[in-house]
């Protein structure tokens, strides 16, 4: 639990560095709720992976776990985080959704997640730079010199 926590407030941070320095944003209400999205997408993405990592730790070839070990956290962290921002946005776009499970709202659904993951894809993976890649590589070498 406590890995979780440090690596989603590592995403937080990164996301922070990002909107204030990157992006020149200095504050407003909406700040909270995009570090609380990487926050949560890193603490999950974080405790998704975990498991995982046994498999990393079979590896005997140091570079080649360490590799391991980064594709599996990026992965589950961008993943978790995508789905957290989903969560968010189906919530946001529910009020214009036709009737629940008819045609046209599994529809409005599938375009929702579409458009939340593009959205994500293009603009919120930016939020990663520079700090969420230098934290990554930082985190899985420590990750993968531990004995499991």
Do not use: D, N
């Amino acid at each position: 639990m406590a890995g979780a926590f440090v690596w989603g407030s590592m995403m937080a941070v990164s996301a922070y560095v990002a909107l204030r320095f990157g992006l020149g944003r200095s504050g407003g209400p909406s700040i909270g709720v995009i570090l609380a999205i990487y926050f949560l997408g890193g603490a999950c993405g974080f405790a998704l992976a975990y498991p995982f990592l046994w498999f990393a730790h079979r590896i005997s070839r140091p570079l080649l776990r360490t590799l391991l070990v980064i594709l599996l956290l990026g992965i589950f962290t961008l993943g978790a985080t995508a789905l957290i921002l989903l969560l968010q946005y189906r919530t946001y776009y529910a009020q214009w959704h036709g009737p629940a499970l008819s045609r046209i709202w599994f529809w409005q659904q599938f375009y929702t997640a579409l458009g939340s993951t593009y959205q994500y894809a293009v603009i919120g993976t930016r939020l990663y730079w520079p700090l969420g890649a230098l934290f990554l590589l930082a985190t899985s070498w420590w990750l993968s010199r531990q004995r499991r």
